[in-house]
């Protein structure tokens, strides 16, 4: 890893993604310079334990989600969970060199196991954690930037979803939790078990960040089986998510699943397994990687939730894209994905609709093996980006 003051004065961002070791997880940052290219920083301890999810060929993609490691621009802080030891650990973003983050407090409990997904409010002051393992559901916390955080009363809920500590998927496990843009509802994505198709999960959230009792239960549209990463639909109550049953679906929260609602599936066609979704402010887009192709799908949807798909780019084949998120820069967008079997991070530059361009591909082998920190290709997820503003 590198730490010089060229790479620190040229640094307008960073990207944060995890090695979600069994025996110590690590977060590794890099600085985002204003040409949206990566420079590796460091690596900083957790001080939790990752794991891996139980799956008949083992692989990457070890939680089976999206958002295992979180930034929150206006909060100003950095989550990632621990998969292996139950807890959540927060850090605060120095603000000169976002690549340098400190821990707040300590590693808390996330109230169940198996945690692998997080979000935090737009203002960033409430982080809420699924839970994927055999006591699964959610649980939330207010965020200081210098106690850390503190468990919320009312936000232990439960999925009641059958399953295992570690968890076993892909099929039929918790994927990824968003909050709405209004910030009034929690959305968590549920996999089936085909022919028994997946749900969405909606609870309210009230002023003091305490949730519905309940949730509201939304499928997939017919077509649809394994919601997995989502993304919300600017404007809309809605989320585009991807299926790697089909593709990806638009799922009509506000219809709850009734027929008059917007929901639709869209078949990628030669799709494996398309899994993880962001959107670009600048190109009004969505990108959607899918991790046995490693083929990034750009995908439109217009003002009526109706989907289509845009272009597809390739990348290094095999590499097995997984997370991505998607980072502004002086007026450009650019996507980060993390793509573990070839243990690189690829970046495109997103100018205009149709017109992605793949920028940079950063591998982060050897700096890692010099730096003395274990990465396997099996373990490491997560992905997230932090512009100074």
Request: glycine share 12%; net charge neutral.
């Amino acid at each position: 890893m590198t730490n010089n003051l060229a790479a620190a004065q040229g640094a307008v961002g960073a990207a944060y993604f995890m090695t979600n070791e069994p025996a110590g997880n690590f977060i590794v940052t890099a600085d985002i310079k204003s040409d949206g290219k990566l420079s590796l920083f460091e690596a900083v301890t957790t001080r939790g334990i990752g794991a891996h999810g139980k799956v008949d060929a083992d692989g990457p993609d070890a939680l089976f989600s999206q958002g295992a490691v979180k930034a929150s621009a206006s909060g100003k802080v950095l989550a990632a969970v621990n998969a292996g030891s139950n807890t959540v650990s927060l850090f605060a973003i120095d603000q000169k060199r976002p690549s340098q983050i400190k821990m707040i407090g300590q590693p808390m409990s996330t109230g169940g196991e198996f945690p692998m997904s997080l979000a935090f409010n737009k203002a960033g002051s409430q982080l809420c954690v699924l839970n994927g393992g055999q006591v699964n559901g959610v649980k939330c916390f207010t965020v200081d930037s210098t106690n850390g955080l503190t468990g919320i009363s009312d936000t232990a809920r439960s999925l009641n979803v059958n399953q295992t500590t570690p968890a076993t998927g892909p099929a039929g496990s918790l994927s990824h939790l968003l909050f709405s843009e209004d910030g009034k509802q929690l959305i968590a994505s549920v996999k089936g078990v085909p022919p028994t198709p997946g749900f969405v999960a909606v609870w309210d959230v009230a002023a003091d960040g305490a949730l519905s009792k309940d949730f509201a239960s939304v499928p997939p549209p017919k077509g649809g089986a394994l919601p997995f990463g989502m993304s919300l639909i600017p404007g809309k109550n809605a989320v585009l998510a991807t299926d790697p049953a089909i593709g990806f679906e638009v799922i009509d929260l506000a219809s709850n699943g009734t027929a008059g609602g917007a929901s639709s599936a869209v078949n990628v066609t030669g799709q494996t397994a398309v899994c993880w979704a962001s959107h670009s402010t600048k190109t009004g887009n969505f990108y959607l990687t899918d991790i046995g192709t490693s083929l990034v799908t750009e995908v439109n949807v217009d003002a009526n939730l109706k989907p289509k798909i845009v272009k597809q780019y390739q990348q290094t084949k095999g590499s097995a894209t997984i997370d991505t998120d998607i980072a502004s820069v002086q007026g450009k967008d650019f996507l980060y994905i993390l793509a573990p079997n070839a243990t690189q991070v690829q970046v495109m530059s997103l100018g205009a609709p149709g017109a992605a361009q793949n920028l940079q591909t950063l591998n982060f082998a050897n700096a890692a093996k010099a730096a003395g920190l274990k990465v396997d290709a099996f373990n490491l997820q997560g992905m997230t980006t932090f512009v100074k503003a």
